[in-house]
């Protein structure tokens, strides 16, 4: 069931961020001053949620009511801790599976990559918590529910979640161009973890250095790309393919 998708005014965001509500992003007018706002902007700081600061006719359109120059977006589902989901992925008779998206930002890309993920088996989605993608109503539609079958966790770097991910026995390869490495010619048989960078940036090179194999699909075309999602869903059912042959 969904949950509650905005708070207004800055008392109550900051209520709710005390109350650890699974808050995605906070738009707040630019220009605003005063103690209370000054608070606002530490907490969530501290707690690194994103804060986009907008003119006050953007709140104005995101809310008929008494914004006071704050308006959150929450998540409409319960996010897991990184833990979470590799204790949840243990003890199964399949190899684990996860996905980690960096800085993937499009809402309706991230819900068409869950909904594949759902239908690959997926174990869990692992998303940054500055600047990724927010679960929002257009993403569980997007997504055609699976946002509420799928545990996706939030983290504070992809780079740790790569590391600790290795530690636990789970093989990282990173979706990039930039390698002679088809995922054709890659084992994914074992616990994987496969990594999809942005459209426009792609992976972070610090992430391709932590990976342990980076893989690209050939494309034999004149575009130099394909959609996020496109690509993600042929590296998810190339996994399904490699684990499910004879």
Do not use: W
Not at 10 to 18: H, M, S
Request: with cysteine.
């Amino acid at each position: 069931m969904e949950k509650t998708t905005q708070i207004y005014g800055i008392r109550a965001i900051i209520e709710a961020v005390n109350s650890n509500e699974e808050i995605d992003k906070v738009f707040l007018q630019k220009g605003l001053k005063g103690d209370l706002i000054r608070d606002l902007e530490n907490l969530l700081r501290k707690k690194e949620i994103t804060i986009a600061y907008v003119p006050v006719e953007k709140l104005n359109r995101l809310t008929k009511n008494n914004h006071q120059g704050a308006v959150a977006n929450i998540s409409p589902i319960t996010f897991y801790t990184l833990e979470e989901l590799v204790e949840k992925s243990e003890g199964k008779e399949k190899p684990a599976l996860f996905l980690l998206l960096d800085q993937l930002s499009d809402v309706r890309n991230f819900g068409a990559i869950i909904r594949t993920a759902e239908c690959t088996g997926v174990d869990g989605i692992i998303i940054q918590k500055k600047g990724a993608a927010p679960v929002t109503a257009d993403t569980v539609k997007t997504s055609a529910g699976a946002a509420f079958k799928v545990p996706i966790a939030k983290v504070g770097h992809i780079k740790d979640a790569i590391f600790f991910l290795q530690a636990s026995g789970v093989k990282v390869v990173s979706a990039t161009e930039k390698t002679n490495d088809l995922i054709y010619d890659i084992s994914l048989k074992e616990p994987l973890a496969i990594v999809m960078g942005a459209e426009d940036q792609g992976i972070s090179p610090s992430i391709l250095k932590a990976s342990d194999h980076c893989a690209k699909l050939p494309l034999l075309g004149e575009i130099e790309s394909l959609n996020v999602s496109v690509a993600c869903a042929v590296f998810l059912y190339e996994t399904v393919r490699q684990r499910t042959r004879n």
